[in-house]
């Protein structure tokens, strides 16, 4: 059975804190556990803030085309772009909720090694082989309504791979690949929210198998040549 356990009563992130340390005073963990942290927090202590001028509705606006590859489309003050991770997504990641007013959040420059360096200070400092996803809000294509979704994670599938086995009237699947790390992100929302102050949620009982080094950059992220539209 899967449990999703928030861990609450952590203090606002600054940067040069060691997220690891401040879950680790809060959060009783186990061996097996999946620790999904927001990144909000991840770039707050990584310092992944830029200033704004708050009366300015497009202050963000030269935030959002620096940490850009490519615009894909804009309306107005919404821009999809292709982030330098390779996300396709809105305004870049360029984030103002959740931080100072004047200042606004930029995704981590590579949230897979931020969800390495949390989980390797985990293990240090309390024994407990755990897995770290760090999660995000994404919009989707041709759907209404915003999901978590995971921008890194260290210890954990980000793809399980189910081709060549076979659903249950035995036929063989050629095509099915379930895209794990963005369904425990997605599930871990659910005890945390948006305006709840519970940055990171633990997801217990997963299967072991899934337990694996793995990057949401080489697993998750599809290149050009194999998408359809771009």
Known sequence: MISL?????MPEIHPGDVIAEVIARHAELADGDVV??????????????????????????????????????????????????????????????????????????????????????????????????????????????????AIGCAGIAAIVDLRGGVDTNGRELHATEICIADEIAGAAELVMGKASSIPVAIVRGVDPKWLRESSVRAEIVRNHTDDLFR
């Not at 356990?5 to 009563?9: E, Q, S």
């Not at 931080?99 to 949230?111: C, F, N, T, Y």
């Not at 755990?130 to 309504?145: C, E, K, L, M, Q």
């Open 5 to 9: 356990i928030p861990v609450a009563g």
């Open 36 to 149: 999904v942290v927001t990144q909000k927090i991840v770039s707050k202590a990584e310092g992944r803030l830029v200033p704004i001028d708050p009366d300015d509705p497009g202050a963000a606006t030269q935030a959002i085309l620096d940490e850009s590859v490519r615009v894909l489309r804009r309306r107005d003050q919404l821009f999809i772009t292709e982030t330098r991770h390779g996300f396709v997504c809105a305004n870049s990641g360029v984030d103002l909720s959740n931080v100072e007013r004047g200042w606004a959040a930029l995704l981590p420059l590579d949230a897979d090694r931020s969800a390495r360096r949390i989980r390797d200070g985990l293990r240090g400092r309390t024994g407990n082989d755990v897995a770290v996803i760090v999660s995000d809000t994404f919009g989707r294509p041709w759907r209404h309504g915003l999901t978590d979704v």
